[in-house]
């Protein structure tokens, strides 16, 4: 909340505590319709450049959305649209409306226009006035209108410019050289030259979403009058004290606008309250330079403040948040502006340093003196048309990767700067960002008016984003480092380019960007690119050699072509900050945007919707590795099939990869190890498609998500093969040791739900480590259990404390599918469904308790709840037992009956129909 007010009652700067207290407390109360502010959000009129469509739009909002929401146009999301649609980017549009000044407002010395986002090139006029321009979707625009108003009824004008045609104009009039690539390759059905606009690239088009080049105003729009200063902005930065007479030293830096024609200079007080603590605040009189200014007041929380630390998710800690209440009061006229940010006590580190046994350094986080393993993902755009994402749809995503035992997302370079939602809700479930700035898979150019807008808007994310506790790092781009080392579109072509390109590249992300970022503040890391090899990439001069090499930095794997079961194909790397392997999303996802005639492999949509080069080849090939492909004479049966395989074989690689980087953690092998880093491609969706996703456009979870919540549990088995050897490690990511912890090791057939052998191991497992406990030839194993083939045969493993399971059960085949044997078509019932009579939250909807019934084995149990929203206690499972009872949590109340009418389960063996 941010006001600009008067209240005779502070007229002076005698300002006390419990008046501190007191304006904090009121003021996050007053709406934004109170004197010295218009809230410009709401209905207004959109009009293309020909004047022959008008409709009613919504700020904030969209062209798109607001042309659906008025039927112009269908669901852009729908069949072909997105290339059926394109002509709305093309177009120009404007947005205009009407609004009331009052005689009141006029008598303030400052009125401003705050725009917090506009998408993107765009003109500003108010009653016909040219009031400013904007070209750069990532920044706040503030302009002085106060000249332009009277009183009355005015009229304010928003007109856009195609973001395609002005990113053509920019990529025509950069003569000098190329700044490549010029267009997305074909299968993206995208558009050319984003990297000349500072707008979402995605929006374009990328491999796994659709090119719509929105226009409109995206953020909140709004006039704002005040007579002194006003809080713009408030950066919040703790550090940790000596830990006797200062535990926490909180630096709160407050950024201000001063009114330009204020007489005399003003002056004023300027305080800061760490909230639920009265007696912990600091003041200080100040003279504000126009037409801005900025100081820094420290917090020392000393030891009789009772504070404690943010802690990520899964088993370290409380997230605990406290509130940094700002208040300046003008000396003059006690005009009063005030802000509230939400905090939470934490450090992070990032250690490089030499480690015994192999070249190269570390590379992981400490939070709070704690080496901490990064589980998780990467976060995209959770739509194209920002203003369809509602908060409790963001928040529903993040408790998902929670679920999941997630502590970590890679906000990645190619989309925008996240909502406030995003990071708060972070902060609350424990979520670590890895925040990109928004620059990825491209060359720039690094013209003066480039770099300038870049400058502004890297200040601005700073400091709307930095006093997060969940922003653990900064980094400059997403694959830049990368593609000029590799030479990804021709930049090394000769020797006059190699230099060029490698001198912009230095511009951009170290001169502007680093150095901003340093500016704003100095206790997070800043990494230049991801991939990158770290400290290493700084001594070549930013541009490693190798920016993958395994023994520096993060790395980005991808091979679609070797089997993802082998683990020795995966980088021994530090940090996998980016690998995946695609699926289709589900059925009931797809059937949404596409018609009976599209529910064929070799439809059109099928093949339009795949914006991954050889995608769909490729996701056959891997399945055809290990699994026959489904066989059966009906088409939508045979579709249905292979989107189940594509999501089985997807689940699979990535389980086998994780567990590999999370084995990896205490080991130096070859040189090579201490993984401490494991974010797959991707968590989320922009749209139904194939992608590499673990959550469906909407929120459903992919078996691999399922998965996720197994192979990123905090105490789990890695069984693998090496040669010969069958190894059985166990990873722990608590702090402390677990003690007389039992691994049990069982070999079953196919054909019985009984084990043919077990195999038990008491021991004590220390914190934060990752240890081999069993290790056995696999023959002899084989040969021990009477197990005469192979492919008979599958091994669990899992851990007991106190006779109890302890974390989930793990398991390993040891042939392809396609040889097993023994492994036969099984009948799987749902034979009852309950409602639970409690549920965990005030108000959600009630738990299902689904029973199962199986006549035998049967790999990759898989539960579909149909139409019904919601989420499964687990799915894609080994049912290895003949009766297992499942927990069903539905996003809203449905009845025991009505689910049973949806549910449906299928295992491997039944997409074999012939």
């Not at 226009?113 to 500003?124: F, N």
């Not at 420290?298 to 370290?316: C, H, I, M, R, T």
């Not at 150095?515 to 090899?533: D, M």
């Not at 693998?720 to 050897?725: G, L, P």
Request: glycine share 6%; proline share 4%.
């Amino acid at each position: 909340t941010n006001m600009a007010v008067s209240l005779g009652m502070f007229a002076r700067a005698a300002v006390t505590a419990a008046k501190l207290g007191l304006i904090l407390s009121i003021l996050p109360n007053f709406s934004s319709q109170d004197i010295g502010t218009i809230n410009l959000n709401g209905r207004w009129l959109v009009s293309n450049a020909g004047g022959d469509i008008q409709v009613n739009g919504t700020v904030p909002g969209c062209v798109h959305t607001d042309l659906m929401a008025a039927g112009r146009i269908g669901d852009p999301y729908f069949r072909f649209n997105d290339v059926e649609y394109r002509w709305v980017a093309k177009e120009n549009w404007s947005y205009s409306r009407q609004f009331n000044v009052p005689d009141t407002l006029l008598k303030y010395t400052e009125i401003v226009l705050v725009c917090e986002g506009l998408d993107t090139v765009a003109t500003v006029t108010v009653n016909g006035k040219n009031a400013g321009q904007s070209d750069n979707m990532f920044r706040r625009y503030i302009f002085d209108i106060k000249s332009m108003l009277h009183p009355g009824v005015n009229t304010i004008q928003v007109s856009f410019q195609s973001a395609i045609k002005y990113a053509a104009e920019k990529n025509m009039s950069h003569s000098e050289y190329m700044v490549p690539p010029d267009c997305p390759p074909a299968v993206q059905k995208g558009e050319c030259h984003p990297n000349f606009i500072r707008k979402e690239q995605c929006s374009f088009s990328w491999d796994w979403g659709p090119a719509f080049a929105t226009q409109g105003i995206w953020k909140n729009i709004s006039i704002q009058a005040y007579n002194s200063a006003v809080i713009r902005d408030v950066h919040v930065s703790p550090k940790k004290g000596d830990g006797k007479s200062t535990l926490w030293m909180i630096d709160v830096t407050v950024y201000m606008d001063v009114a330009k024609e204020a007489k005399p200079q003003v002056t004023g007080l300027v305080s800061v309250q760490l909230q639920g603590f009265p007696t912990l605040f600091v003041k200080k009189n100040v003279k504000l330079k126009s037409p801005s200014d900025s100081l820094t007041l420290s917090l020392n929380v000393s030891s009789q403040f009772k504070v404690e630390s943010w802690w990520p998710a899964a088993g370290y800690g409380k997230q605990m948040l406290y509130k940094v209440g700002v208040t300046f009061v003008s000396t003059g006229s006690g005009e009063v502006s005030a802000k509230l940010v939400k905090t939470g006590l934490r450090t992070v580190e990032l250690v490089q340093e030499k480690i015994k046994g192999s070249p190269g350094l570390s590379f992981y986080f400490k939070i709070n003196g704690v080496p901490i393993f990064l589980k998780g993902s990467n976060w995209i755009p959770a739509d194209a048309f920002k203003n369809r994402i509602s908060t409790e749809y963001t928040r529903n995503l993040l408790q998902s990767a929670v679920d999941a035992n997630m502590n970590t997302l890679r906000v990645w370079g190619g989309g925008i700067y996240e909502h406030d939602d995003v990071y708060d809700i972070a902060d609350e479930l424990g979520i670590m960002i890895w925040q990109d700035f928004m620059f990825a898979c491209a060359m720039y150019p690094v013209d003066e008016d480039f770099l300038d807008g870049v400058q502004e808007e890297v200040k601005q994310q700073l400091l709307r984003i930095g006093s997060h506790p969940s922003v653990i790092a900064w980094s400059g781009n997403n694959e830049n480092e990368a593609a000029l080392a590799g030479n990804w579109y021709g930049t090394d072509n000769t020797t006059q380019l190699h230099g060029l390109f490698r001198e912009d590249y230095v511009k951009l992300y170290i001169d502007v960007i680093m150095a901003q970022v340093t500016a704003v503040e100095k206790l997070r890391p800043f990494i230049s690119s991801s991939p990158s090899n770290g400290k290493q990439s700084e001594t070549e001069k930013w541009v490693a050699r190798n920016p993958y090499d395994n023994h520096y930095g993060d790395v980005h794997y991808y091979n679609y072509h070797a089997d993802c079961w082998d683990w020795t194909t995966f980088p021994k790397t530090r940090f996998a900050s980016e690998y995946g392997f695609q699926s289709w999303p589900s059925y009931q996802t797809l059937k949404k945007v596409s018609t009976v005639d599209d529910w064929t492999l070799d439809s059109g949509f099928n093949e339009h919707r795949q914006h991954h080069q050889d995608g769909n080849v490729q996701m056959l090939n891997q399945a055809k590795i290990h699994f026959a492909l489904p066989s059966g004479d009906a088409p939508l049966q045979q579709y249905q099939d292979n989107i189940y395989l594509s999501q089985v074989v997807q689940a699979m690689c990535i389980k086998t990869e994780t567990e590999f980087y999370r084995r990896s953690r205490s080991e130096i092998v070859d040189e090579q190890g201490h993984t401490m880093g494991a974010l797959y491609w991707q968590l989320n969706d922009i749209w139904q498609g194939p992608t590499w996703s673990s959550l469906e456009y909407g929120g459903r979870w992919k078996m691999l998500h399922y998965y996720a919540v197994k192979f990123f549990a905090p105490v789990m088995t890695v069984i693998f093969e090496d040669k010969e050897q069958l190894k059985v490690y166990v990873v722990s990511d608590l702090t402390s040791k677990l003690s007389q912890v039992t691994l049990q090791t069982q070999l079953w057939m196919w054909s019985s739900f009984k084990p043919l052998k077990s195999w038990t191991k008491t021991f004590d497992k220390a914190g934060n480590s990752a240890d081999m406990i069993f290790n056995q030839t696999t023959a002899d194993l084989l040969k021990d259990a009477k197990c005469t083939k192979r492919e008979a045969c599958f091994i669990t493993t899992g851990l007991l404390v106190n006779q109890k399971q302890y974390g989930p059960t793990n398991s390993y085949f040891l042939a392809p599918f396609k040889s097993a044997k023994g492994l036969a078509k099984v009948n799987i019932t749902v034979s009852k469904i309950t409602m639970l009579p409690d549920t965990s939250k005030v108000g959600a909807a009630k738990t299902l308790q689904v029973e199962l019934k199986s006549t035998g084995p049967a790999p990759f149990v898989w539960l579909d709840s149909g139409s019904v929203e919601g989420r499964f206690s687990d799915n894609g499972f080994l049912m290895n037992v003949n009766t297992l009872t499942i927990h069903f949590y539905p996003l809203k109340s449905v009845t025991a009956e009505a689910f049973e009418k949806e549910v449906s389960v299928l295992s491997l063996m039944d997409i074999y129909r012939n």
